[in-house]
């Protein structure tokens, strides 16, 4: 009867163990799918905090309200949240839509990955030393003028380089990139063309990565991207009211000719003439 309980116990171990390995690497491709683009662990400060730790820094009823929406929190007058977002930057974090479970996978894998404790290295820039080359080859790479070497689909497709907005508040994706710099900086703009976080970039890239020298090149690109002006910007409104105003005096000097000579007032006149 032993015999059999421990073959029993050795199988329900060789059972559990698989889902164990299939829970935690869940949990890693969730960090690195929903947090890895903007924190470290253990690697210092990136986009975002380096998270080594956090559970013993935050209560875990507070992590899942701000990381379910980190913006509700703010607005709520959260002192823990605001104090966060004003020494990041302000750069708003993006509601992951996860469930309560997916963030306690998430929390669980951080904390097992924990051991060295916070970092304090600096993100490194890789684009320094970049030449007027890289520039040219980046532009060229994003409008697909260049063919990205494993084949991917050139960005221009789905997104443009001249708008200010990159993420938008509740949102997961965009597809402006003319801010991404200023939002995110290089090491979150590397992040996301190293591994894309968004589903449809995600799946458009499956199989075909980018190099290193086509990220660096891209790089380049965006952040020397030009932002249109504000003053650009005002002559856009200003044109429209002009053209406004114009279309209203050409439309009501058109209905006061229509209102002064109508078909009445020339039938008016036939009588008359034939009258006198």
């Known amino acids: 009867m032993n015999k059999i309980f421990f073959l029993l116990a050795i199988l329900g171990l060789l059972i559990e163990a698989p889902a164990i390995a299939q829970s935690d690497a869940e949990a890693a491709d969730l960090f690195k799918l929903k947090c890895g683009i903007c924190h470290t662990i253990g690697s210092g400060r990136l986009v975002g905090p380096d998270l080594a730790n956090v559970h013993e820094r935050r209560?875990?009823?507070?992590?899942?309200?701000?990381?379910?929406?980190?913006?509700?929190?703010?607005?709520?007058?959260?002192?823990?949240?605001?104090?966060?977002?004003?020494e990041f930057n302000q750069v708003i974090m993006p509601d992951p839509m996860i469930t309560d479970t997916e963030i306690k996978s998430i929390l669980g894998y951080i904390a097992a990955n924990s051991d060295g404790g916070v970092g304090t290295a600096e993100p490194v820039s890789v684009i320094e030393d970049a030449t007027p080359e890289d520039l040219e080859n980046g532009k060229n790479l994003f409008e697909g003028r260049v063919r990205f070497a494993n084949g991917g689909p050139s960005c221009i497709s789905c997104h443009n380089s001249q708008s200010n907005i990159f993420l938008a508040e509740n949102s997961f994706s965009g597809k402006d990139v003319g801010a991404s710099f200023d939002n995110l900086g290089e090491a979150g703009v590397k992040a996301i063309l190293q591994n894309p976080p968004f589903p449809v970039m995600a799946q458009?890239?499956?199989?075909?990565?980018?190099?290193?020298?086509?990220?660096?090149?891209?790089?380049?690109?965006?952040?020397?991207?030009?932002?249109?002006?504000?003053?650009?910007?005002?002559?856009?409104?200003?044109?429209?009211?002009?053209g406004a105003m114009g279309l209203l005096v050409l439309y009501g000097g058109l209905w006061y000719s229509r209102k002064s000579k109508s078909v009445n007032y020339d039938i008016y006149k036939r009588q008359i003439k034939s009258f006198n």
Do not use: C, R
Request: aromatic content about 10%; glycine content about 8%.
């Open 204 to 242: 458009a890239f499956e199989g075909h990565d980018l190099t290193e020298g086509e990220i660096h090149d891209l790089l380049v690109f965006l952040k020397n991207v030009k932002q249109p002006s504000n003053l650009m910007a005002s002559g856009y409104i200003l044109f429209g009211i002009l």
């Open 59 to 86: 209560s875990e009823e507070w992590l899942l309200k701000f990381i379910h929406s980190s913006q509700t929190m703010i607005k709520s007058g959260d002192p823990d949240a605001m104090a966060l977002f004003e």
